[in-house]
Every structure is written in structure tokens, then in C-alpha cells.
């Protein structure tokens, strides 16, 4: 039971990540939207949002790589363990 | 789309100050204790720069009026993070105050000194409180704020011409400066109109803008002999 | 060394000993720090309640010590998670019980040095106009992107190598074993998890370079492209980037020296480490130099009007004690401490590193205030005298860096157990491999 209620907190705090990097990527897209409309130098904002949000999206991708990769193997050594 | 510009004449100049006199009562400015004022806070949205040549029996003292010079390629407009200042298509350069999240870049990229900022929330004596312009929004605490050539004047005089179905005339927008300066040394109008004065006095060979190398293409034109 | 064993540690026992040990000088200086704290914050809120008038800030010096310290907090930032990423790519053994602390410093200072814009908001109850109707295309703009990357980035790069430890830590299980639980996430150091760990650690350090890169080069766009002079010039972006390594080494230095004294950690950060770091410290010093000295020559040799008198005003007028006490921090100590051997003793380099970081501070004061107190009109030069509130969350900010920095080695560890576990067990042996590999003939 308390290994479930940790596992469960560590999945809520992996996707507060995500919702961190999604919420830049909105944003991101709310300022490249505004600038087309305002025709306030759209090229800039296009060539800034086609680099930071995959950057952010990698951070994140890696962090959850890990963290599956990790509970994986956990699981694995129980189940070995319990037979 | 008219492009509104200024011609300051300092041949017929006399220095006298009046313009910023009357620029502050038009656009509410905030009058700034002496104590402030001495640490370089002052407010002039009209600025009178002074500048002293030679030694002292022989002094030459030259006054120029310096306002926003609305510059039709603006450092200001570009680096504003929240689109606080903009350049609109009749070429006014205007500020928008409740935007302005005071971040003072603007300030940084004008190469003309031209914006001032509230450093307190805004006073006027209380003679002034009752006769603060209506046209003209009030400040407050933390923004930038600057000359706007009087765009509030722009919009009575667009509603008569509109009202009378006439194009506005040259010269009948004025903003305070122009209107009070007591030697006509302040001409204000239309320079993509051939016709109009300001165009012609620019192509005087008198003529000069103020660090036209840096390529921000000042609408203030200055008319001198002496440079 | 405490006589009266409690817990066994193990090998390592130095490392662990902090967390599990705290003395009343933790207590005090906790205290004394939280106080700096609350009383810089108790004059931050007078300047949001009058306004920015409070500070020393004026008409043509619109920008002050916010935006230098923004720039010198943003620059030791640079300490860590650049450092550790090189050393770690280049397989420089000697890492191991470095990169952590460059990691710590990373995240905490640039934690700090990133709220600075917001200090220096006129309306900082506007800050959210950023987001609904930010302009990208202001350098303000890149920055706040760059430097919330670098920040994503290095904290992740942070942890990550730390995960390990932390399930050591879980397994002693005496302190906050539910806290280190969480954060452990199922770490039991199998084969596949260390392949997992391993990879990902791989991938973050080349990302974090450009990024780190970035975040320095795009503050120096900042000044760079207004068309101030002084500011104006294609150099800037290298040349803070140089800066930030080189007050970034030398932050390092001064924190592993006082906690290698506090710690008793001797026996992990010899005196070879020191020997290292201050030599990369003394070519960031050479290089630090040539670009200063390229800068200085191209606007004196161009010698436009402007340029001039704020090089001028830097050299000889008000800004000359500053100007010359940079040169003599940045250039002249460090080189003469480092060069010979005889100077070159953990005081030397303790003396160097605390003479660069000041040095480094007032290269960001020279760049930031001259340009702004001669401007372009005639008008008259511009005065800049910091008030009480600009120092105390100048002083606040290293108080809070300090604290943090405490309380980080209060719940895990200051050096990497687990790298320098694996230092023991299998770098030898990998090092003779590979040492093996660059000679010629035959690998064996």
C-alpha cells in the first residue's frame, strides 16, 4: 500500500513536467499567433518556436525515459523476489 | 495614410521654454519635486537640452527643444517584451500605459534620451488638480511614458474633418508646442504632402535630423544655420 | 574528526556525515542568512509599494544594479552545469567529486539571478502581460525562454546523477525515508538501470552545452543589439560567454574550498583538483583579457565621437577606479598568483577565485552603467549612486544562494558517492584501457 501511494505521487510529479513543457509550448504558440496577427515580425517568432519547444519537449522526454526505465527494472526484482 | 512630422526652426528659436510649459499642462505631466529632480528624475516629455561652448567671456549657449522624435525606424518599438510602444501607420510612435510592465528597455534603446519613467506615483499640486487635460490619460507608478506629438489633438481634429467631410487641413493639427511657441518656430504637419509647409521646410538646405547615421529616420527636422 | 561514533558510515563516511550529523553551526548560520533574507524582502516591498524611486536609478541610468547582478548571477550559473558537461565529456577523471557542487551552484544561482528583471519591474504586477502579449522577437523575450531551458535543463542534469545516491540514502533508512523514497524512484543500481541512467546522462550533457551557451550569449543581445555605444558590437556574445565561465570557475573554487574546510572533505577534493581548475580559471583569465582588450581596441582605434568618451569615462573619468580595480581582479592577480607554483597554494586560489568573482562583478557594472551615463544628446552625463535598497538585495541574493546551498547539503550529498564508488571500482581499469588505446602498437 505504501509503495503504491509513493508510485502514485511519483507519477503526479512526472506529469507536472509535462504539463510544465505543453504550458511553454502554448504559450509559445499564443506570442507566434499574436505577432502573425499584429504582422510584428513573424519570421522571428516562427524560427525561436521551432527551436525552444522540441528542446523543451526532449528535456522532458528524457526525464520520463528515465523514470520508466527505472520502474521497470523495480518491478521486474519484486516479481523475482515474490517467486 | 498622412505621416505626421515636426520642423523646430532654432534659427527663429529663442530658447525661451515656453513649449514645455504648455507640453506639461496639455499631457498632465507630473511635476516632480526639486530634490527628485536634481538626481535626474525630471519629467519633460518637450526636453530643452543646453549646451555651453567657450570660456567665459566669450560664451555661446545653445538651446534646443527636444521632443520624441517619432522615428519612422524606432529602437524603442522593437525590443518593448509586450507591445507597450508601437509604431502606428500614420508614423506616431505611442505608448500604451496600462501595458507597460516597466521594464525600462525602451528607455535603454533610445538613442535620444527621449522617454522619461515614473519612479513615484505621479503629484500635482493641488492648484493643478483641477485643471488636469480630460483628453489626456493619467500615469501611474512604474511606466514609461513620452512625447505622443499630441495624438489626442489628432482625434478631435479627425472627428471635425470627418464631421464636415473635408480632408484635414495643414496646420490645423497642432500639438501644444507648436501652438504656444510665441516665435512660430514649431511647424507641425504632413510630410508626404508636398504641399504642406513642413514638407517644404525640410527640403530646406537648413535642414538636419539629429544622428541620421544611425538609420532610425527622426520625423523631428531641424532647421540651422549654424550647423 | 567526532569521537563519539553513533552511526557507522562506512568508507564514505565523510560524505554522509553531514546529513546526518547537524551542529549548531548550521543553526546559526541559518539564522543569519534567513534574517538577510527577510530584511531584503522587507525592502523589496517598500520598492513595489513606492515605486522604483526608491532605488538610485535615474533619467539617462534607467538600468542599474538589477540588471548587473542579473547578468553577474546569470554568469556564475554558468559554473556548473557547463563545467560538469565538459568534464564529463571529455572523460576528465578528476570530475568526480567536482560536478555535483557546479551542478547545486547552477541551479540555485540561476533560480536567483533569473528573478532579477523581475526586481527590476516598474509594474511587476504586470509580469503576466509576458504571457498574454509577450513579443518573442524582444531580446527580453529570448531570455526569459533561454534561461527557463537552461534551468529546466540543468536541474534535470542535476538530479538525474543523483538519483543513485538518494537511494543510498533511502537505504540507510534513518532520516526522511519517505522523502527519499519519492525521489528515488525505485533505484536498486541493476545493470539495466545504470544503461538507462547512463544514456540519459549522455544525452543531457550535449544538450546542456549550447544551451548554457545560449543563455549567456543571449543576455549580451540584451545590450548588443540596441545601438548604444559601447554596447553595439558583435563581440558581446563570446565575450560574456568567456565572462561567465571564468566568474563561474572561480565561484566553484571558493565553494568547494570552504566546504572541503567545514566538511573535512580533504580527502575527496585534493589538492590536484585545485592544482586543475585554477589552471582552466587562468586560461579563462588570458582569454577574458584578449576579448577585453579587442573590444577596447577596435573602439579606440575606430574612434567614433561616442564610443570615445564612453571609453574615455571608463579609462579616465568617473568609472576609472572601477575600470582599473576590474583589470587588476580579472587580469593582473589572478595571473600572477597562478603562474608560479609557489603562489599557487589553496589560499592563493582561494584569494584569486574571491578577486575574479569581484572582478567579474564590476565588468558587468562597467558594461551596463557607462554606456547609459553618457547618452548620445548633449545632455549631461548621468549620476548613478546605488541606494540601501539596491545593496541589500544585491546582498539578499548571495544570502539566499548561501542558504540554499546549506540547505542542498543538509539532505544529500555534496559530492557524488556513487561516481566516486564507481571511480574506484572500474575507472582504473577503464583508464589503463583507454590509456592504452592513444599509444601505439597493439591494444591489448
Not at chain 2, 522624435?69 to 524603442?76: G, I, L, Q, R, W
Not at chain 3, 528515488?184 to 541493476?190: A, L, N, V
Not at chain 3, 558590437?233 to 558581446?236: D, L, R, V
Given at each position: 500500500m505504501h509503495a503504491k501511494t509513493t508510485y502514485i505521487a511519483q507519477v503526479l510529479s512526472i506529469s507536472l513536467i509535462w504539463i510544465f513543457v505543453i504550458a511553454i509550448a502554448i504559450w509559445i504558440i499564443n506570442l507566434l499567433l499574436i505577432s502573425i496577427e499584429l504582422k510584428d515580425v513573424p519570421g522571428a517568432s516562427i524560427g525561436i518556436s521551432i527551436i525552444v519547444i522540441p528542446v523543451f519537449f526532449v528535456l522532458a522526454g528524457i526525464l520520463t525515459y528515465v523514470f520508466i526505465g527505472l520502474h521497470k527494472e523495480e518491478k521486474k526484482i519484486i516479481k523475482s523476489s515474490q517467486e | 495614410m498622412p505621416k505626421w512630422a515636426m520642423v523646430i526652426d532654432l534659427d527663429k528659436c529663442?530658447?525661451?521654454?515656453d513649449c514645455m510649459a504648455a507640453c506639461k499642462l496639455e499631457n498632465n505631466i507630473a511635476i516632480v519635486s526639486p530634490e527628485e529632480a536634481n538626481v535626474g528624475r525630471v519629467m519633460f516629455w518637450m526636453d530643452m537640452i543646453t549646451t555651453y561652448e567657450g570660456e567665459y567671456p566669450n560664451i555661446k549657449v545653445k538651446r534646443i527643444p527636444k521632443p520624441c522624435?517619432?522615428?519612422?525606424?524606432?529602437?524603442?518599438t522593437r525590443v518593448c517584451p509586450v507591445y507597450a510602444t508601437y509604431k502606428n501607420d500614420e508614423g506616431l510612435v505611442g505608448q500604451i500605459y496600462h501595458r507597460c510592465?516597466?521594464?525600462r528597455y525602451c528607455m535603454v534603446a533610445c538613442p535620444y534620451t527621449a522617454k522619461v519613467f515614473n519612479w513615484y506615483e505621479p503629484k500635482w499640486p493641488d492648484e493643478f488638480k483641477s485643471c488636469l487635460n480630460p483628453d489626456v490619460s493619467l500615469r501611474m507608478v512604474g511606466v514609461v511614458e513620452k512625447c505622443s506629438f499630441c495624438a489626442h489633438r489628432l482625434i478631435k481634429v479627425k472627428e471635425n474633418a470627418d464631421m464636415e467631410e473635408r480632408e484635414i487641413y495643414d496646420g490645423e493639427y497642432s500639438p501644444a508646442c507648436g501652438e504656444s511657441c510665441p516665435t512660430n518656430a514649431i511647424y507641425f504637419g504632413d510630410?508626404?504632402?508636398?504641399?504642406s509647409q513642413v514638407y517644404k521646410l525640410s527640403q530646406s538646405s537648413r535642414s538636419y535630423r539629429e544622428m541620421e547615421n544611425l538609420g532610425t529616420e527622426p520625423k523631428v527636422i531641424y532647421l540651422s544655420k549654424r550647423e | 574528526m567526532p569521537k563519539n561514533k553513533q552511526l557507522d558510515f562506512g568508507q564514505d563516511a565523510a560524505l554522509y556525515r553531514p546529513i546526518y550529523e547537524t551542529g549548531k553551526g548550521f543553526y546559526i548560520t541559518v539564522c543569519v542568512l534567513l534574517a538577510v533574507y527577510l530584511w531584503a524582502l522587507y525592502l523589496y516591498i517598500t520598492q513595489v509599494y513606492y515605486?522604483?524611486?526608491?532605488?538610485?536609478?535615474n533619467q539617462p541610468i534607467t538600468w542599474g544594479f538589477y540588471i548587473v547582478n542579473f547578468v553577474f548571477f546569470i554568469g556564475i550559473s554558468h559554473a556548473g552545469t557547463l563545467i560538469s558537461a565538459i568534464l564529463r565529456l571529455s572523460k576528465a577523471e578528476w570530475r568526480r567529486p567536482i560536478t555535483r557542487m557546479a551542478e547545486v551552484i547552477t541551479a540555485i544561482v540561476l533560480a536567483i539571478g533569473g528573478l532579477h528583471p523581475i526586481l527590476d519591474?516598474?509594474?511587476?504586477?504586470?509580469?503576466l502581460n509576458l504571457l498574454?502579449?509577450?513579443?518573442?522577437?524582444s531580446p527580453l523575450l529570448w531570455d526569459v525562454t533561454s534561461i527557463t531551458a537552461y534551468f529546466t535543463a540543468s536541474t534535470i542534469y542535476l538530479y538525474l546523477p543523483m538519483i543513485p545516491d538518494i537511494a543510498k540514502l533511502r537505504d540507510r533508512g534513518t532520516k526522511l525515508k519517505w522523502f527519499y523514497n519519492f525521489l528515488?524512484?525505485?533505484?536498486?543500481?541493476?545493470a539495466h538501470q545504470v544503461k538507462v541512467l547512463n544514456r540519459a546522462i549522455n544525452i543531457l550533457m550535449v544538450m546542456v552545452i549550447p544551451i548554457a551557451i545560449s543563455v549567456h550569449t543571449v543576455i549580451s543581445y540584451i545590450f548588443s543589439?540596441?545601438?548604444q555605444p559601447g554596447w553595439h558590437?558583435?563581440?558581446?556574445g563570446p565575450y560574456f560567454v568567456v565572462g561567465a565561465i571564468f566568474s563561474g570557475i572561480a565561484a566553484l573554487l571558493i565553494v568547494m574550498i570552504v566546504f572541503r574546510k567545514v566538511y573535512h572533505l580533504e580527502e575527496y577534493l585534493k589538492e590536484i583538483h585545485f592544482q586543475y581548475l585554477s589552471t582552466l580559471l587562468l586560461i579563462m583569465s588570458l582569454l577574458w583579457f584578449y576579448f577585453t582588450f579587442s573590444e577596447f581596441l577596435t573602439g579606440i582605434f575606430g574612434s567614433q565621437t561616442h564610443e570615445l568618451h564612453i571609453i574615455a569615462y571608463k579609462f579616465t573619468g568617473v568609472y576609472a577606479p572601477f575600470f582599473w580595480g576590474m583589470v587588476i581582479c580579472n587580469f593582473v592577480i589572478p595571473v600572477i598568483i597562478l603562474s608560479f607554483k609557489k603562489f599557487k597554494t589553496i589560499t592563493g586560489i582561494m584569494i584569486v577565485s574571491i578577486s575574479v568573482v569581484i572582478g567579474m562583478w564590476l565588468e558587468r557594472l562597467n558594461i551596463v552603467v557607462p554606456s547609459l551615463a553618457?547618452?548620445?544628446?548633449?545632455l549631461p552625463l548621468g549620476i548613478y549612486i546605488p541606494s540601501l535598497v539596491e545593496w541589500a538585495l544585491f546582498i539578499g541574493g548571495i544570502a539566499v544562494f548561501m542558504l540554499g546551498f546549506t540547505m542542498f547539503a543538509k539532505f544529500f550529498p555534496l559530492i557524488s558517492i556513487w561516481e566516486i564508488e564507481e571511480g574506484r571500482k572500474e575507472s582504473i581499469k577503464d583508464v589503463e584501457k583507454r590509456l592504452r588505446s592513444y599509444l601505439p602498437g597493439k591494444e591489448t
Open positions: - | 529663442t530658447g525661451c521654454g522624435f517619432h522615428c519612422d525606424n524606432p529602437p524603442c510592465i516597466g521594464c510630410i508626404d504632402n508636398k504641399e | 515605486g522604483l524611486g526608491v532605488t538610485g536609478m519591474l516598474g509594474r511587476p504586477d504586470r509580469m498574454s502579449d509577450g513579443r518573442l522577437q528515488s524512484w525505485g533505484w536498486q543500481g541493476t543589439m540596441t545601438l558590437s558583435t563581440i558581446f553618457n547618452p548620445r544628446m548633449d
